[in-house]
């Protein structure tokens, strides 16, 4: 069987708590469903993301990864992207 | 392969190559070719380009959605049939669009499988885009890769050697630039082709799966493991296996503890790995941009926190003014020309076949035809906002305040448009991928209040409201109509969280989308756009309006036994007696003819079921008629009071005005018309808007329960608002 970088891990931050224009790189992905659509947009541990725009109320937010493409998702969503320390 | 034209995008040569292929080619050629690619990787574009005004728009058998085929001519012989699929981040579906092209893909006996696929890729994005790429090569499709978009790539820095690549991918490769048409004639020699399936492979399933992939392959009789893997991982949706084939899967996953989910996730993550080596070799980026793009930098200012929704706002005031104003002289002109075609039909005869093509039908189709300025300005602004990026913006900042109502943040343009007509805001509830977000969303449109609501309005408010100025400034009369479109719209949130609460999802909710970046709009894809809009509702919701309407005609024109020309020769004798003039005598022959109609039966049979509302029968001969379309109210009226069709809005109010109840009391009281307002408000009158959420919902639930939710609405708020008032 595969190993999953999908599954829980013990990091505290994702990408929600990232600070305007602040850079993290994925660790993994907490949700596994979620994990799917986002692998295929581009969310591989070990990119670099940045968090490059808030919703003027908060949410949604717009992350810029590995310097390409923007992405844009819910906050509930971002959670789900943990960061390595 | 001649693959040393292929890395030549040189139209002349293509030209030339084009010809001499045709000389070649005795008999003539037609090939399936299906268009695959990412969201914004110019898979659009490149339709239009390869396909131009050959577009059908159809639909996928048993699902919603829409599918889009073309006819492209690749040389003087060979003509392919060009399929549209809808853009696609993996051959994993997440939503119903996305399934669509895995069962064209998975059934290789089927009449529609493609001969050949075209996968488009944004070049200043290979690596995300190559992911899709990689499973379609694994599946041994005969394909060449679009490579689109060169252009943003060199302003990106990123240099792509396309002759590596090519060697690398195992597949024809060309550069193109769709928007601009750059590369399409390379494209088209290369589609021309007989070509072989992918030289490479991308991925390999591990060695504990493979004795059950192998299974599935021999016992289906597959060509290839990957394919085999797919229907390990997706056999519960797959129609054409039988139930033992779903049971044959189901076991072997059970016995070699297939994790489903934990193998897509970590096949993404192996083919990215795969596909980060190979572009080693390929893509170089030379400058490393530490500027901000210029995209951010208009971010910074439209989506604002308050300059944002501002200019949001003047946009949709633009947008009203279009709807409202720009389309006004166009609508006339038609509406103008429809009744010169009527009044032309009249003039060579008389006779019931006479009236039937021009109060029927013509008229009918005149009620179709009306709302194309209307359709095609509303669609060429929200092609225009969607082409440049901007209602990607509009979106993100709307979702957290239309999440709350069971909304979504692409349901405000649904919602805006819905002010001006609902026909084509439903419409453009398309751009919501959630089905359940798409559903409310379309079953709320309609309770904004739209323009056929304003003659309703303008008449009635006056029998409520004194015509008085109140603080100085506002016009009481203007304060109540807003008053109306504040209740549509309040309503319409309202039944939307209602409903939040009610429906289940079908599938996982994802806002995730890419951000497309700006840039200005293709007047050809702008174009394409509104004609296939135009298109879809003339021959769509078209045929029912209709339908309905000659239907309306028929009972409004005949009646039960010889009750017409009884009516007819009383009419006559009133008028006599009165000493009428003839104008007056034929107004008041039609409103006795309507009155012994079957319409006016209608309105009698009905007319105990609205007493309560403040209705007698000609009210309820009106409510029958607005039924095709509310604006006919106002016509309804005029008919039954015999003002005359062509009498204006105050002729109309001093006619209701005069009208008495059996008591000899004006019959409009205030109570009356506020009642009649609330119930215009809130009742689905409109076979428009039906035969639109029909097709758009591919079924009839939607539109009856649509239909009984709003008369249901407009019939207890109207009680209430009569029994209250009087």
């Known amino acids: ?85 | 392969m001649a693959s040393a034209v292929v890395l030549t995008p040189d139209p002349k040569q293509g030209q030339s190559d084009a010809a001499s292929a045709a000389i070649r080619s005795v008999t003539e050629r037609h090939t399936r070719i299906a268009l695959i690619g990412n969201p914004n990787s110019g898979k659009s574009s490149l339709f239009n380009q390869l396909t131009g005004l050959n577009q059908k728009v159809g639909n996928f058998p048993g699902v919603t959605v829409d599918r889009k085929t073309g006819v492209a001519q690749l040389t003087l012989h060979h003509r392919a049939d060009i399929i549209d699929l809808p853009g696609t981040y993996s051959l994993y579906p997440k939503s119903l669009d996305e399934k669509v092209i895995t069962d064209l893909l998975y059934e290789r006996d089927s009449s529609e499988y493609p001969d050949f696929v075209v996968v488009t890729a944004d070049a200043s994005n290979l690596k995300r885009n190559l992911l899709l790429f990689t499973q379609l090569a694994d599946l041994q499709l005969p394909m060449v890769l679009a490579l689109n978009m060169m252009d943003t790539a060199e302003q990106h820095g990123i240099q792509i050697d396309v002759a590596e690549l090519q060697q690398q991918l195992g597949v024809p490769v060309i550069p193109m630039n769709a928007r601009k048409g750059v590369g399409v004639t390379a494209l088209k020699i290369v589609m021309a082709q007989e070509l072989g399936p992918p030289s490479q492979t991308f991925y390999e399933t591990s060695d504990e799966l493979l004795p059950m992939i192998r299974q599935i392959r021999y016992y289906f009789n597959l060509h290839n493991d990957y394919l085999a893997l797919h229907y390990a991982h997706q056999y519960e949706r797959l129609k054409f296996l039988s139930a033992d084939d779903k049971a044959y899967i189901h076991e072997l996953r059970q016995k070699y503890g297939f994790d489903s989910v934990a193998l897509q996730a970590q096949e993404t993550i192996d083919r990215y790995a795969r596909i980060s080596e190979l572009l080693l070799d390929v893509v170089r980026v030379t400058r490393a941009e530490k500027n901000e793009s210029y995209s951010n930098k208009i971010d910074r200012v439209l989506t604002h926190k308050v300059w944002g929704y501002l200019i949001f706002l003047s946009i949709l005031f633009l947008l009203f003014q279009a709807i409202f104003a720009w389309a006004e002289l166009p609508m006339d002109l038609i509406d103008q020309g429809v009744a010169w075609l009527g009044g032309q039909v009249k003039s060579l005869g008389e006779g019931p076949l006479i009236d039937l093509l021009s109060d029927g039908i013509i008229a009918g189709l005149g009620g179709v035809l009306m709302f194309i300025p209307q359709i095609a300005l509303l669609f060429a602004f929200i092609a225009v906002l969607e082409e440049s990026g901007y209602m990607a913006r509009v979106t993100f900042m709307m979702d957290k305040i239309m999440r709350k109502f069971g909304l979504n943040g692409k349901s405000v343009v649904p919602l805006i448009s819905g002010m001006a007509c609902a026909v084509p805001a439903i419409m453009s509830a398309r751009t919501i991928e959630n089905w359940k977000d798409r559903i409310i969303t379309i079953f709320v449109v309609p309770l904004m209040s739209c323009s056929a609501r304003i003659p309703v309005y303008t008449v009635l408010v006056a029998f409520v409201v004194p015509e008085r100025t109140v603080l100085g400034v506002f016009n009481l009369q203007g304060v109540a109509l807003m008053g109306l479109y504040l209740l549509g719209f309040v309503s319409a949130v309202l039944s939307a969280w209602a409903l939040k609460t009610l429906l289940r999802a079908k599938e996982r909710s994802f806002f995730i989308m890419e951000f497309p970046v700006y840039r200005w709009p293709r007047w050809k894809n702008v174009g394409l756009t509104i004609v296939e809009k135009v298109k879809a509702f003339v021959f769509q919701a078209g045929k029912i309006i209709v339908a309905i309407s000659v239907l309306l005609w028929v009972l409004a024109s005949y009646g039960p036994g010889d009750s017409l020309v009884k009516a007819e020769q009383q009419a006559r004798s009133e008028a006599a007696q009165k000493q009428l003039t003839p104008e007056q005598t034929d107004n008041l022959i039609a409103a006795h003819k309507l009155e012994n109609s079957y319409a006016g039966v209608f309105g009698r049979t009905i007319e105990p079921a609205v007493r309560p509302l403040g209705f007698d029968w000609k009210v309820s001969i009106a409510l029958l008629t607005s039924f095709a379309a509310r604006e006919v109210f106002v016509g309804t009226i005029s008919t039954i009071y015999s003002v005359g069709q062509d009498a204006d809005m105050s002729t109309v109010q001093e006619k209701l005005r005069a009208e008495k109840d059996e008591f000899g009391q004006p019959f409009f009281t205030p109570a009356r018309a506020a009642s009649l307002l609330v119930f215009y408000v809130f009742a689905m009158q409109c076979v428009s808007t039906l035969a639109t959420t029909y097709r758009e919902t591919k079924g009839w639930t939607w539109p009856l329960l649509q239909l009984g939710y709003m008369s249901g609405l407009a019939y207890v708020m109207s009680l209430l608002v009569y029994q209250l008032l009087k």
């Open chain 1, 1 to 85: 069987m595969p190993t999953l970088s999908v599954a829980s891990a013990t990091t505290s931050r994702s990408v929600k708590d990232l600070r305007l224009g602040e850079t993290g790189t994925i660790c993994c992905l907490k949700d596994p469903e979620m994990a799917l659509k986002l692998l295929e947009m581009g969310c591989i541990p070990g990119t670099q993301v940045t968090l490059s725009g808030r919703a003027p109320l908060g949410c949604p937010i717009t992350l810029h990864v590995d310097g390409e493409y923007t992405l844009s998702l819910r906050v509930s969503e971002a959670a789900t992207i943990m960061l390595k320390d």
